[in-house]
């Protein structure tokens, strides 16, 4: 069974906003880090956001002050807000959980279960 499920992407305007949902099982909502990454078409994949167990933040510079990373412990849930969207944000965003925590958060091979993803398209 997928441990991760993402879910709430779709196409926005240039300026709109989206709200990504990453459903997790137990064992990947307990792992030290969880993170949101995404994969433009062409590039590689790229750590936007990442939220620890206990509630502690970090954000690529280039999505700090336009997304923000949550968690619902009720729900084993995180979520990523995303708001004032580029056309430079179009991708295949993923959700992805780091058990025993990384050494560098922006490594995607630190990150050991990982979602299916959800297409975010934003158009000019």
């Known amino acids: 069974a997928q441990e991760l499920v993402e879910s709430g992407g779709g196409s926005v305007q240039a300026g709109g906003s989206l709200r990504l949902s990453c459903k997790a099982s137990?064992?990947?909502?307990?792992?030290?880090?969880m993170a949101w990454f995404r994969r433009a078409p062409g590039k590689e994949r790229e750590g936007l956001a990442t939220?620890?167990?206990?509630?502690?933040?970090a954000y690529a510079k280039s999505v700090k002050g336009r997304f923000t990373i949550a968690r619902d412990n009720a729900e084993n849930t995180i979520s990523l807000q995303m708001n004032s969207l580029k056309p430079g944000d179009t991708a295949m965003y993923y959700c992805?959980?780091?058990?025993?925590?990384?050494?560098?958060?922006?490594?995607?091979?630190?990150?050991?279960?990982w979602g299916q993803g959800t297409q975010v398209t934003v158009s000019s």
């Open positions: 137990q064992r990947a909502f307990s792992s030290a880090y």
């Open positions: 939220i620890t167990n206990g509630g502690l933040t």
């Open positions: 992805a959980a780091s058990p025993q925590g990384p050494w560098d958060i922006w490594n995607e091979d630190e990150y050991t279960i």
